[in-house]
């Protein structure tokens, strides 16, 4: 019961985090299936960050807490980094957004795939990012995560309700023409909100390393960006409905991965949270109501 708990905490971070790291593009008006993708270049940065400290000759035992925020702030940078490629994409070349979250998301893999198989920082598969056997043992680091992730919402969910940068957030995303009659420059706000969705998915991309794979990176965030995008449909892009449903589904994926249930069933309770994202997308698909210009490049001459 203990590792499904630690498990859930997990999990609910790495959820709410990459969910409303796409929650925060969409609004503005951009779709952005690129969360995998951002969040696989954020795990990238965060391990070789931590590989070329430790490479270094830094006592990362020791000091632990200062390397993994450093790191964690790379991943951020990464992630924002490269979430200009989506924003030359759908921003100034004004391609397809659903094709160029597509991009992004092989882009991304093929990086990362490509990096753990350099001989000269990994093993051949994997790069090594442990700082401490005990990081996964400890409630105090698991509790450390959640609660940055309710802290990311809290702040993002007053953004919009109290704040008038926030409104005109909403605005790009529902009526792009009116605020740009307003004098407001609509794809300014655009690209700034995709690249804080990189840096909070890259942030997220962090935190599963250190939860899920015992600091290792193997090119892939095994498909927990593409649950992320489903949590932010089911929670019809509202902050307090994407928490909401980020503990339901880090529950069901927490008793998938962590029951004990013997080995010939492992396979199916690991698949078992994955084919339930599925059937509860197929339902709420019925109710979903997308900000209004959600995918549609902005074009000022329409006005």
Known sequence: ??????????????????????????????????????????????????????????????????IITIAFIIAMFGGALFSLLHSFMSLKLKTDQVISGTVINLLAQGIGLFVVNIKAVSNGSTINAQISPEVMNGFSFLSAYMLIAFCFSLFIGLYFTFTKTGTRHISAGENPNALDAAGIKVNRYRFICITISGAIAGL????????????????????LGFISLAIMIIGQWRVSLIVFFSAIFSIMFAIGTGLDIGSQFRPLTKAMPFMMSIFVMIIASKWSSPPQASGIAFDKTLR
């Open 1 to 66: 019961m203990e590792t499904i708990f630690k498990l859930f905490l997990a999990f609910f971070a790495i959820f709410t985090l990459a969910a409303i790291a796409g929650m925060f593009t969409e609004r503005s008006g951009v779709v952005n299936l690129g969360i995998e993708g951002f969040m696989t270049i954020g795990a990238l940065f965060y391990t070789l960050s931590i590989y070329f400290i430790k490479d270094a000759g830094v006592d990362v035992v020791s000091i632990k807490v200062t």
């Open 204 to 223: 997220a991309g962090a935190i599963f390393v250190i939860t899920q794979t015992l600091q290792n990176f193997d090119g892939s965030v095994q498909g």
